[in-house]
């Protein structure tokens, strides 16, 4: 997308010369020369309004030698040529101190109480550009409060200024449009349609550019104030985006979390898993090490479970490592030293979902060292998504795509169904059945050099269709990334967490019946054979687990050992993008070390021992082949093929907790054929190879012959309650 090429007006503000580019704001080139304009309803990242007119400004020449003849809102007039801008003479002095005058007749004086208090433009602004006392004698305006616009999103009405910052974000950024201004003239106030509440992924954000304290969060609200607060910048950890964060904490409890400011990254904006999704912190946390004695688990000192891990690992012949997708940089590192130079075991995979032999090379050669920007998507011509829904799964991404579609970015989706994230990026969707990628790559038309390929880790269940990616970035010279769903995914993949020479990968690891294995943040029911995953961890003579909480991992382990999560340590995520996001220690806890530290425990124990043993691991494991057959054979031709993808807000397990967070779920449906549908009805039952589940349905545009279902809304999940990776399913009407 080239841009015309812009050139520079001069123009005087306050007396002072000030050279910007054609097209600035006013209130912009004020904030260039340091001269300080008050505002409320505008907003660097939305599109100008006018709506709150605290911004007036006096302008005695609009560069053409006539002025404007009343003061005139700078965060809509665009500068010109020679034009001449008054910020602070009487004219315009008298009009901000008239605005917020106005602003002030009906506002309540209730900042003691106000969540917004110590943190409030309207405070701030009403020292700094008010009057000192009011001529308002009648009685302030009160409504009933507060309006639940959302199960997270509360609103105050009478504290409202009607700048249209929540509303225009939410058409704008996330293209969620469900809350807007109601009534009119004096009475206009913002508002829901009736029984629909505010359904956004992203609609915490309206909290935070409130600039009044009219949009509380229902998690924060009467909870503290800003001056309790101890503030620190961090990154979220529940998707591989890295955005910024910031973590307002209070005597070593969260209290809120807020976006940090990262142009480069997530701009202002981060999605409600990021904002409210902390409470697994402190839920359910273990709180000592734990060792296995006459078939119970026990609580046990560090130096004592450390010890019996390594003894056991130690005495182990085979043994197999599971680290997770949850690590930071180090702890992937650690845990890369600790299988190939501690325990000597070349079975290492970070992969905890259904993966494939392909996968593994195409991170090998494609992905590890690689960087595609989100700076490059801005500059694309075209971008292609394949077995990526960003919406559900890349929050970051898909803002940022979506604000490249609105500035002319063309975006084509390979997916099986046309779903509502697809049509908000804009995106020309090509139906594609689970499993046909590849075919269908080979035909996506307009790529170029100057075109970016996205690839999500669902690609996996598909055969060749990573490199039918690859062939399709080596023959237009696209750029290729990435996107996994995970934090710690890429990191894992740069510190080569991944099977080594004759090593086995996550899903034959489980089939192999190896002597031992150390599992750390797995949740078995997000992997390809659940069953078999904890059959493998009943049937295996020694398990170590490194965990936050108690899982069904930790239940059948020899060894427990608590981590800390991610605000109890220092680290670096890496992004999708390959960039490295470093964040430093929220809370100082005794005893919560990270992995890589538990780990370096456990090596130091095993120097003790000096363990030879472990010598054994490279001899050969005996295993069934692991190229996911169930995606090529599938075990009913007659059924659909299955799709699946997980939502944003589901039933994972770093989301539990969060009461307010899931009640903002999206209701989750199967999706089935319009024809189909209207034959059934609105509720089927789905059965697959591993079980059978009734749902509602609902039509939608899909590929020929599949249906489609969330992968983790319903029981345990699609892989331990439905049908394994790649098979198909049958449907009937309940």
């Given at each position: 997308?080239?841009?015309?090429e812009?050139?520079?007006?001069?123009?005087?503000?306050?007396?002072?010369?000030?050279?910007?580019?054609?097209?600035?704001?006013v209130?912009?080139?004020?904030?260039?020369?340091?001269?300080e304009i008050?505002?409320?309803?505008d907003?660097p990242?939305?599109?100008?309004?006018?709506?709150?007119?605290?911004?007036?400004?006096?302008?005695?020449?609009?560069?053409?030698?006539?002025?404007?003849?009343?003061?005139?809102?700078?965060?809509?007039?665009?500068?010109?040529?020679g034009?001449?801008?008054?910020?602070?003479?009487?004219?315009?002095?008298?009009?901000?101190?008239?605005?917020m005058?106005?602003?002030?007749?009906?506002?309540?004086?209730?900042?003691?109480?106000c969540?917004?208090?110590g943190?409030?433009?309207l405070?701030?602004q009403?020292?700094?550009h008010?009057?000192?006392?009011?001529?308002f004698?009648g009685?302030?305006?009160?409504?009933?409060?507060?309006?639940?616009?959302?199960?997270?999103?509360?609103?105050?009405r009478?504290?409202?200024?009607?700048?249209?910052?929540?509303t225009?974000?939410a058409?704008?950024?996330?293209?969620?449009?469900?809350?807007?201004?109601?009534?009119?003239?004096?009475?206009?106030?913002?508002?829901?349609?009736?029984?629909?509440?505010?359904?956004?992924?992203?609609s915490?954000?309206?909290?935070?550019?409130c600039?009044?304290?009219?949009?509380?969060?229902?998690?924060?609200?009467?909870?503290?104030?800003?001056?309790?607060?101890?503030?620190?910048p961090s990154v979220?950890?529940h998707?591989?985006?890295g955005?910024?964060?910031?973590?307002?904490?209070?005597?070593?409890k969260?209290?809120r979390?807020?976006?940090?400011n990262?142009?480069?990254?997530?701009?202002e904006w981060?999605?409600d898993?990021d904002?409210?999704?902390?409470?697994?912190a402190v839920?359910?946390?273990?709180?000592?090490?734990m060792?296995?004695?006459?078939?119970?688990?026990?609580?046990?000192?560090?130096?004592?479970?450390?010890?019996?891990a390594?003894?056991?690992?130690?005495?182990?012949?085979?043994?197999g490592v599971l680290?997770g997708?949850?690590?930071?940089?180090?702890?992937?590192?650690?845990?890369?030293?600790?299988?190939?130079?501690t325990?000597?075991?070349?079975?290492?995979d970070?992969?905890?979902?259904?993966?494939s032999?392909e996968?593994?090379?195409?991170?090998?050669?494609r992905?590890?060292?690689?960087?595609?920007?989100?700076?490059?998507?801005d500059?694309?011509?075209?971008?292609?998504?394949?077995?990526?829904?960003?919406?559900?799964?890349?929050g970051?991404?898909?803002?940022?795509?979506?604000?490249?579609?609105?500035?002319?970015?063309?975006?084509?989706?390979?997916?099986a169904?046309?779903?509502?994230?697809s049509?908000?990026?804009?995106?020309?969707?090509?139906?594609?059945?689970?499993?046909?990628?590849?075919d269908?790559l080979?035909?996506?038309s307009?790529?170029?050099?100057a075109?970016?390929?996205?690839?999500?880790?669902?690609?996996?269940?598909?055969?060749?269709?990573?490199?039918?990616?690859?062939?399709?970035?080596?023959?237009?010279?696209?750029?290729l990334?990435?996107?996994?769903?995970?934090?710690?995914?890429?990191g894992?993949?740069?510190?080569?967490?991944?099977?080594?020479e004759?090593g086995?990968?996550a899903?034959?690891i489980v089939?192999?019946?190896?002597?031992?294995?150390v599992?750390?943040?797995?949740d078995?029911?997000?992997?390809?054979d659940?069953?078999?995953?904890?059959?493998?961890?009943?049937?295996?003579?020694?398990?170590?687990?490194?965990e936050?909480?108690?899982?069904?991992v930790?239940?059948?382990?020899?060894v427990?050992?608590?981590?800390?999560t991610?605000?109890?340590?220092?680290g670096?995520?890496v992004?999708?993008?390959?960039?490295?996001?470093?964040?430093e220690?929220?809370?100082?806890?005794?005893?919560a070390?990270?992995?890589?530290?538990?780990?370096?425990?456990i090596?130091?124990?095993?120097?003790?021992?000096?363990?030879?043993?472990?010598?054994?691991?490279?001899e050969?494991?005996?295993s069934s082949?692991?190229?996911t057959?169930?995606?090529v054979t599938?075990t009913?031709?007659?059924?659909?093929?299955?799709?699946?993808?997980?939502?944003?807000?589901?039933?994972?397990?770093?989301?539990?907790?969060?009461?307010?967070?899931?009640?903002?779920?999206?209701?989750?449906?199967?999706?089935?054929?319009a024809a189909?549908?209207?034959?059934?009805?609105?509720?089927?039952?789905?059965?697959?190879?591993?079980?059978?589940?009734?749902?509602?349905?609902l039509p939608?545009?899909?590929?020929?012959?599949?249906?489609?279902v969330p992968?983790?809304?319903f029981?345990?999940?699609?892989?331990?309650?439905?049908?394994?990776?790649?098979?198909?399913?049958?449907?009937?009407?309940?």
């Amino acid at each position: 997308m080239g841009g015309v090429e812009m050139s520079d007006v001069t123009l005087k503000i306050d007396g002072s010369d000030v050279t910007v580019p054609e097209g600035t704001l006013v209130i912009r080139a004020a904030e260039v020369a340091g001269i300080e304009i008050p505002r409320f309803c505008d907003h660097p990242l939305l599109a100008p309004v006018g709506a709150c007119r605290q911004c007036l400004v006096d302008i005695p020449d609009a560069g053409n030698g006539r002025g404007f003849p009343k003061p005139q809102a700078s965060c809509t007039i665009p500068v010109a040529e020679g034009m001449v801008v008054e910020t602070q003479n009487s004219t315009a002095v008298k009009a901000q101190h008239g605005i917020m005058e106005f602003l002030l007749v009906n506002h309540p004086l209730d900042c003691p109480v106000c969540d917004k208090g110590g943190e409030c433009p309207l405070q701030n602004q009403a020292m700094s550009h008010g009057q000192s006392e009011t001529r308002f004698e009648g009685t302030k305006r009160t409504f009933p409060k507060p309006i639940n616009l959302s199960p997270n999103v509360l609103l105050d009405r009478e504290r409202c200024i009607v700048c249209q910052r929540c509303t225009r974000f939410a058409a704008e950024i996330p293209g969620d449009p469900g809350i807007s201004l109601i009534q009119r003239g004096a009475q206009q106030q913002i508002g829901i349609a009736d029984d629909k509440p505010f359904s956004s992924y992203f609609s915490g954000n309206v909290i935070q550019i409130c600039p009044v304290g009219a949009l509380t969060s229902d998690d924060y609200r009467f909870r503290a104030r800003p001056f309790d607060l101890v503030s620190t910048p961090s990154v979220a950890e529940h998707d591989a985006c890295g955005a910024a964060i910031r973590i307002d904490h209070r005597r070593g409890k969260v209290m809120r979390r807020l976006a940090g400011n990262d142009p480069e990254v997530n701009e202002e904006w981060i999605s409600d898993k990021d904002r409210f999704g902390f409470r697994y912190a402190v839920r359910d946390r273990l709180t000592s090490p734990m060792v296995r004695e006459d078939g119970e688990l026990r609580p046990a000192s560090w130096l004592e479970a450390v010890a019996v891990a390594a003894q056991g690992l130690a005495a182990a012949g085979s043994v197999g490592v599971l680290p997770g997708g949850r690590l930071t940089l180090e702890d992937a590192k650690a845990y890369a030293t600790f299988a190939r130079d501690t325990l000597r075991t070349p079975h290492v995979d970070f992969r905890a979902r259904p993966l494939s032999e392909e996968e593994t090379g195409f991170l090998r050669t494609r992905v590890a060292g690689t960087s595609v920007t989100y700076a490059d998507l801005d500059a694309a011509d075209h971008v292609v998504l394949v077995g990526l829904e960003p919406e559900d799964e890349a929050g970051t991404l898909f803002l940022r795509l979506r604000k490249a579609n609105r500035k002319g970015l063309r975006i084509t989706a390979l997916s099986a169904y046309a779903s509502e994230g697809s049509r908000k990026l804009g995106a020309h969707v090509v139906l594609t059945a689970p499993g046909s990628e590849k075919d269908v790559l080979s035909q996506v038309s307009g790529v170029s050099a100057a075109s970016v390929i996205l690839a999500g880790e669902r690609l996996a269940t598909s055969p060749g269709g990573y490199s039918a990616a690859a062939e399709l970035a080596d023959r237009t010279g696209a750029r290729l990334a990435w996107v996994p769903r995970r934090a710690g995914d890429r990191g894992a993949v740069e510190a080569d967490l991944l099977p080594g020479e004759g090593g086995l990968d996550a899903e034959a690891i489980v089939r192999a019946g190896l002597d031992a294995l150390v599992v750390a943040g797995v949740d078995p029911d997000d992997t390809a054979d659940p069953a078999a995953f904890l059959a493998a961890l009943d049937q295996a003579g020694f398990v170590v687990s490194l965990e936050q909480r108690v899982t069904a991992v930790t239940e059948r382990a020899d060894v427990v050992l608590p981590v800390a999560t991610a605000s109890e340590k220092a680290g670096t995520f890496v992004t999708w993008e390959g960039r490295r996001r470093p964040f430093e220690k929220v809370f100082a806890k005794p005893a919560a070390y990270s992995d890589a530290e538990v780990l370096a425990h456990i090596t130091a124990e095993f120097s003790l021992l000096g363990a030879e043993s472990a010598e054994v691991a490279y001899e050969t494991v005996v295993s069934s082949p692991t190229t996911t057959e169930s995606a090529v054979t599938t075990t009913d031709s007659a059924g659909f093929h299955l799709a699946t993808w997980r939502l944003m807000l589901d039933n994972g397990t770093l989301q539990s907790g969060d009461k307010a967070l899931a009640a903002t779920a999206r209701p989750a449906f199967v999706r089935i054929p319009a024809a189909l549908h209207a034959e059934l009805g609105d509720v089927v039952t789905v059965t697959g190879d591993r079980g059978s589940w009734t749902l509602p349905a609902l039509p939608a545009e899909l590929a020929d012959n599949t249906v489609w279902v969330p992968t983790n809304s319903f029981g345990r999940g699609v892989w331990a309650d439905l049908a394994s990776p790649g098979s198909t399913v049958t449907v009937e009407g309940a």
